[in-house]
């Protein structure tokens, strides 16, 4: 999410992340009226990130279609 004024980030506030990506499957298909994009991932939780947090995927300006 983006917010309109522009936040530093600092090493001091660097935590590990609480989900790896193991693999990225895209399939991207360019026309001129529209571009459609799939995007396939597979995750699992680091065992050194929190336990209990949850998976937010965060993206701007994209239509989801399922």
Do not use: K, W
């Not at 991207?28 to 209990?52: F, I, K, S, W, Y």
């Amino acid at each position: 999410m983006r917010t309109d004024i522009p936040q530093p980030v600092r090493l001091a506030d660097y935590c590990a992340p609480d989900f790896l990506i193991d693999r990225v499957d895209l399939d991207v298909r360019l026309d001129g009226a529209a571009t459609r994009g799939e995007a396939r991932l597979e995750m699992r939780r680091n065992p050194h990130g929190r336990t209990d947090a949850p998976l937010v995927l965060d993206g701007d300006e994209l239509n989801v279609i399922s």
